[in-house]
T-cell receptor, first 115, second 110 residues
């Protein structure tokens, strides 16, 4: 049981490049989400999914895209990277919706720098 | 105004001290979570509370729903407790999505 696995751990991108942050969980969780963490601020929700085939926007969705083709995987795509997207990204999952009083499991984080 | 406020922002303690971290929120919630983040590391769930008090080892978490306030206590603190402690609430009006505090940076010196 690996929990929530995020890759890559570190990435440097040039402005305008695209990339995908991968997130996978092996706990059969319905709810998965992506957050970004910036200095002095709380984590902010980018996108979330309540099950395969269902995604929705969070607080800061602009510049990001997601899909949920399987229960296990929830990749986050940066369409055209901008310096403002320099941040630490966390994927999280929980057993059922939003997370409705269930324990939240986080990935190890992905440190992204856009130059 | 932030919907979740934590205090203090930074806290330095000597090993063995009793530590309290506070979380106040201004919205209706269905649950509150305390999380721990070690430097350069991931985030781990410590507690999920909807009422009362929970204890796990040297950690105690309490919540007062009427006062919209929660506290995380660490007894007999140790340098390995050094981390960022994050309060997060599930907000009714947002469909129980999480809103996070900015975190409290705790350093315990030996």
């Amino acid at each position: 049981n690996a929990g929530v696995t995020q890759t890559p751990k570190f990435q440097v991108l040039k402005t305008g490049q695209s990339m995908t942050l991968q997130c996978a969980q092996d706990m059969n969780h319905e709810y998965m989400s992506w957050y970004r963490q910036d200095p002095g601020m709380g984590l902010r929700l980018i996108h979330y999914s309540v099950g395969a085939g269902i995604t929705d926007q969070g607080e800061v969705p602009n510049g990001y895209n997601v899909s949920r083709s399987t229960t296990e995987d929830f990749p986050l795509r940066l369409l055209s990277a901008a310096p403002s997207q320099t941040s630490v990204y966390f994927c999280a999952s929980s057993y059922s919706g939003a997370p409705a009083g269930n324990t939240i499991y986080f990935g190890e984080g992905s440190w992204l720098t856009v130059v | 105004k932030n919907e979740v406020e934590q205090s203090p922002q930074n806290l330095t303690a000597q090993e063995g001290e009793f530590i309290t971290i506070n979380c106040s929120y201004s919205v209706g919630i269905s649950a509150l979570h305390w999380l721990q983040q070690h430097p350069g590391g991931g985030i781990v769930s410590l507690f999920m509370l909807s009422s009362g008090k929970k204890k796990h080892g040297r950690l105690i978490a309490t919540i007062n729903i009427q006062e919209k306030h929660s506290s995380l206590h660490i007894t007999a603190s140790h340098p390995r407790d050094s981390a960022v402690y994050i309060c997060a609430v599930e907000v009714f009006q947002y469909g129980n999505k999480l809103v996070f505090g900015a975190g409290t940076i705790l350093r315990v010196k030996s």
